[in-house]
């Protein structure tokens, strides 16, 4: 899908946050020098296409308490990980989930479930529940704690 | 970080959503049974300490011309911190992590075209002389993560 420009002008004056003002989209209305209608279709037109996922609340994991997070990597059938991928995507604490390729030998792993919890004891039950729906057609699975950000932008 | 009530009200009702609409403060308040004013000074609050990364549009970075690809590296604990100082230097890296296993360094390169994100990738298998293993996504089985608070 082609952006149309007056779209990616919304994008950039949107992208660190909503104005905190009563009428936000008419402050962003006119800083673009467009109506407030225009501004309200084109994120709807945005949101429908799939461009923009949602408009709310980013919580900080780690201010709120959820300090950890393991990747959660598991060796699923090809026949069946584009279904299992789209049923553990769906669980509350699975925040991100992807089919990657293989790198055999070392790394036969091709479906990623992140998982957020408040220890790694949370996090192992979790692990459990995603085991307990995918054990049929998984092969191998592991689980990377990541015990120190070393960077991190936007 | 002390959150109240209110806070944790607040919170769990907006991460899914936020209206459309001319006053969309003022919509999501009345649903919170609390003012419009209130709402927007939690909100304001809740920025500045942080308990929110940002309040607003939250974009598919794939749709609007930028690309992710995560990748990862086998480091010698000996260069560990070496290594991390050169991966971080790139301005495509835009997260790195410490994982336990023997890849033991996870970032993502981004970048406007996958050759952008590629380009880092080798300079930094130049300076290292270890190789960047690339999991790019093939698919992605999104919905978005809510926590409860």
């Known amino acids: 899908m082609k952006l149309e420009p007056l779209d990616r002008r919304l994008i950039i004056a949107t992208q660190s946050g909503l104005p905190l003002t009563p009428e936000p989209y008419r402050a962003i209305a006119r800083q673009l020098n467009i109506s407030p209608d225009e501004v309200v279709r084109r994120l709807a037109a945005m949101r429908e296409s799939g461009v923009l996922r949602r408009i709310g609340a980013v919580p900080n994991h780690y201010v709120l308490g959820y300090r950890a997070n393991g990747m959660t990597v598991w060796d699923i059938d090809d026949a069946r990980v584009d279904e299992l991928g789209a049923r553990i995507g769906g669980l509350a604490f699975v925040s991100h989930c992807y089919r990657r390729p293989r790198n055999p030998p070392d790394w036969p792993y091709n479906l990623f479930a992140m998982v957020h919890g408040h220890d790694r004891a949370e996090c192992e039950a979790y692990r459990a529940e995603l085991r307990a729906i995918l054990a049929p057609a998984c092969r191998a699975e592991d689980v990377l704690y990541s015990s120190r950000i070393l960077k991190k932008t936007g | ?149």
């Open chain 2, 1 to 149: 970080m002390m959150l109240d009530e209110t806070d944790r009200r607040i919170l769990n009702a907006l991460q899914s959503g936020f209206p459309l609409c001319e006053r969309p403060y003022l919509a999501a308040a009345d649903a919170l049974n609390m003012s419009e004013r209130k709402l927007i000074s939690r909100l304001r609050r809740m920025l500045k300490d942080r308990v929110l990364t940002r309040f607003g549009p939250l974009y598919n970075a794939d749709r609007i011309g930028g690309i992710n690809v995560l990748a990862a590296m086998a480091v010698p604990e000996a260069d560990y911190e070496n290594v991390a100082f050169i991966v971080n230097a790139q301005p495509e890296i835009a997260h790195n992590y410490r994982r336990e296993h023997r890849l033991n360094m996870w970032f993502v390169g981004a970048g406007e075209t996958p050759e952008r994100a590629e380009a880092a990738f080798r300079r930094i298998e130049d300076a290292t002389s270890l190789p960047v293993c690339r999991f790019p996504k093939e698919r992605e089985y999104f919905v978005e993560l809510r926590l409860t608070v």
